[in-house]
């Protein structure tokens, strides 16, 4: 059973900078991050697979960067220009079962979690 565990999230002013580390127990193809606000759904935030094609939903296109070191068994998230609007929790996610990837639906496996606040 994979495990995640993420780290990197905290306070930031608006156009700083965070850097999201997520750690598998084990190695998975497909991960991607979410993110959930207050009384809002968890969207997807983006998504790589094991090719290293990634893909980021429109808001973050440009400003965030989706990388992952399968060495470390590490999936990373570098959030720049942040926004009032990206405040969420953030969470990593694996055990991808098919389907649109951006969609929380499509991972069976999640982190706990780490908060992202900008202001």
């Known amino acids: 059973h994979v495990q995640l565990v993420e780290s990197g999230g905290g306070s930031v002013q608006a156009g700083g900078s965070l850097r999201l580390s997520c750690v598998a127990s084990?190695?998975?193809?497909?991960m991607g991050w979410f993110r959930q606000a207050p009384q809002k759904e968890r969207e997807g935030v983006a998504h790589?697979?094991?090719?290293?094609?990634?893909t980021y939903i429109d808001s973050v296109q440009g400003r965030f960067t989706i990388s992952r070191d399968n060495a470390k068994r590490s999936l990373y998230l570098q959030m720049n220009s942040l926004r009032l609007e990206d405040t969420a929790m953030y969470y990593c996610?694996?055990?991808?079962?098919?389907?649109?990837?951006?969609?929380?639906?499509?991972?069976?496996?999640w982190g706990q979690g780490t908060q992202v606040t900008v202001s």
């Open positions: 996610a694996a055990g991808y079962r098919g389907g649109d990837a951006s969609r929380a639906g499509s991972f069976d496996i």
């Open positions: 790589t697979d094991q090719n290293g094609n990634t």
């Open positions: 084990t190695y998975t193809p497909c």
